[in-house]
């Protein structure tokens, strides 16, 4: 039991402080190192607590999908020109007091989350959740999430696929003058259209066309 | 004190695998020369020790012995994690794979997931490494190897997915003894062909060796390291390149099931049969590289987003289908 506890300090500690590191750090891409370590230690958290499902996927899909594309993104895009930019400028700080907007309804938000938690514990109902240890925790959230609450994943899966095809069609434009390859005209290319051989008279050279 | 004995035995169960499989990663890579050599009529590297065996230790030598340069204006601190990243992750997975019923460190619930997810972190260790040099060739060679890695581990997932849908569990052990009357390679032989170059894909080998195509790029993320960090890069590629064979013989071959289960085959370890079977697709891999010419940038892309993903995503339906219908869905 101390292990566990031990180990359960050391995770928190050092999720929290590369949660703080993500917003202190002055290189964008260290803050997205510190994001990729906060989200490794959230899901030792995870299998801590026996969801090692939960920390599994938290893993493949927020660090091994998400943050590399936040890299990514952070890495091809000059950020660090840009942010001074912002900084600098007098003209371009209208999206400070929108981030405090926002930042202020998140923090109200989750006020309200932890504190109904707190104050009234049967806010989460917990009856159709199975807390025997012969089912495995993939098996139960299966079981959870494909008949009691099938519409709403379903609803989830539907809205992420309309975000992508929404930011498919944003950036997606036609691009003129763009030469198409055809596989399936360069596979099949064969000598005998590809190579001629030609009787060439002296002095009078071939004339090729392209 | 029980503490104490407790992470002794763990030391030593660990160094147990370790050793061996930093062992196998070194007689892989002579392994991988000689079979290129050999496709080409060559000798390949044979002059150390009996058959050229111990070119690896010579190799490694040569490499410790050299000076480790870090560039000037190099991101030094991420510079140096990357090979860390690269070595540790390709070993860590080892863990959880099964070299018979009993023989395995960690015989965990999701161990699929685990060694999905240790080699999706991979790619880390590539870009990292790319960034930190701060020259112009290894950032394009990381973030090639990026944009390739994400794509194909999405058709590796969804291979796993038809796997699944066949044993009913995550565990490693459980998906091996459900290929106890039939091993997966039959019913899903076209899963087996795609995962195969997938991993290719997966592991940068050739004829997707893009990140660090020399023709290209220099050699791509590598090309700022040197000495013993170099080796470390290395020895982590062979060490994925291993893990990703294992993964395929558990999934596919059997893992450590005998291939006939009559009187003298049932005597042999399983151990030996999994090294067996992980050695049969490692000498497939080798004869890859040394047979297909590389892939342009374009072409792998269309490979694995127009061609892998929507045929696995096909057999994923077929099988849940034909599972469904014929009433052979794995019960709890």
């Not at chain 2, 991993?199 to 060796?209: C, G, I, K, S, V």
């Not at chain 2, 590598?222 to 990703?244: C, D, K, P, R, V």
Request: proline share 4%.
């Amino acid at each position: 039991m101390i292990a566990h506890t031990i180990f359960f300090y050391i995770f928190s500690i050092i999720a929290v402080i590369s949660a703080i590191m993500v917003t202190v750090s002055k290189n964008t891409v260290h803050s997205v190192f510190f994001l990729i370590l906060d989200f490794i230690s959230i899901s030792c958290l995870f299998i801590m607590i026996g969801a090692e499902f939960l920390g599994m996927i938290m893993l493949i899909v927020y660090v091994g999908a998400v943050a590399v594309l936040f890299l990514f993104v952070v890495m091809m895009l000059n950020v660090a020109q840009q942010k001074n930019q912002w900084f600098n400028s007098e003209e371009n700080s209208g999206h400070i007091p929108v981030g405090l907007i926002i930042s202020t309804i998140i923090f109200f938000e989750l006020i309200i989350v932890i504190g109904g938690w707190k104050y009234k514990p049967d806010l989460i109902n917990s009856n159709n959740l199975s807390t025997t240890n012969e089912i495995s925790n993939t098996h139960s959230l299966g079981q959870v999430l494909y008949t009691d609450y099938i519409h709403v994943f379903q609803i989830s899966g539907m809205i992420l696929l309309i975000a992508m095809i929404g930011a498919i069609v944003l950036t997606f434009r036609q691009r003129e003058g763009v030469k198409k390859q055809s596989y399936l005209k360069q596979i099949s290319r064969e000598r005998s259209e590809g190579v001629e051989v030609l009787e060439v008279a002296s002095n009078k050279g071939v004339k090729i066309d392209d | 004190m029980e503490y104490i004995s407790i992470i002794f035995q763990e030391v030593y169960k660990i160094l147990f695998l370790l050793v061996p499989v930093l062992v196998s990663v070194a007689m892989i890579v002579w392994l991988d020369r000689r079979v290129w050599a050999f496709v080409q009529k060559r000798q390949g590297p044979n002059v150390v020790g009996p058959f050229g065996l111990l070119q690896s230790l010579a190799d490694a030598l040569k490499y410790i012995f050299k000076e480790i340069i870090i560039p000037a204006s190099s991101n030094k601190i991420i510079f140096i994690l990357a090979p860390i990243i690269t070595m540790t992750l390709a070993l860590i997975a080892w863990a959880v794979i099964p070299f018979s019923e009993n023989q395995v460190l960690a015989n965990i619930n999701v161990g699929v997931l685990y060694i999905f997810a240790v080699s999706s972190l991979g790619v880390y260790g590539i870009i990292m490494g790319g960034w930190a040099s701060n020259s112009k060739y290894p950032f394009l060679g990381a973030i090639r190897s990026a944009a390739q890695m994400v794509s194909y581990e999405v058709s590796i997932g969804i291979i796993i997915i038809n796997v699944l849908l066949c044993v009913g569990s995550l565990n490693l052990n459980d998906i091996v003894i459900a290929q106890k009357n039939m091993w997966f390679v039959i019913p899903l032989f076209p899963m087996f062909v795609i995962f195969f170059i997938s991993a290719l894909a997966e592991t940068n080998r050739p004829p997707f060796d893009l990140p660090e195509a020399e023709a290209e790029l220099v050699a791509g993320y590598q090309t700022e390291y040197s000495g013993m960090m170099y080796a470390m890069f290395w020895l982590g590629e062979y060490a994925n390149i291993l893990l990703m064979c294992a993964l395929g013989s558990i999934l596919f071959l059997g893992g450590w099931l005998s291939p006939i289960d009559i009187y003298p085959f049932n005597l042999i370890p399983g151990a030996f049969w999994l090294i067996f079977k992980i050695l049969f697709l490692f000498i497939l891999f080798a004869l890859v590289k040394a047979v297909v010419p590389r892939y342009r940038y374009d072409q792998l892309m269309r490979l694995g987003w127009k061609i892998f993903l929507p045929l696995s995503l096909t057999y994923v339906v077929l099988t849940a289908s034909y599972l469904f219908y014929f009433n052979l869905l794995p019960t709890i």
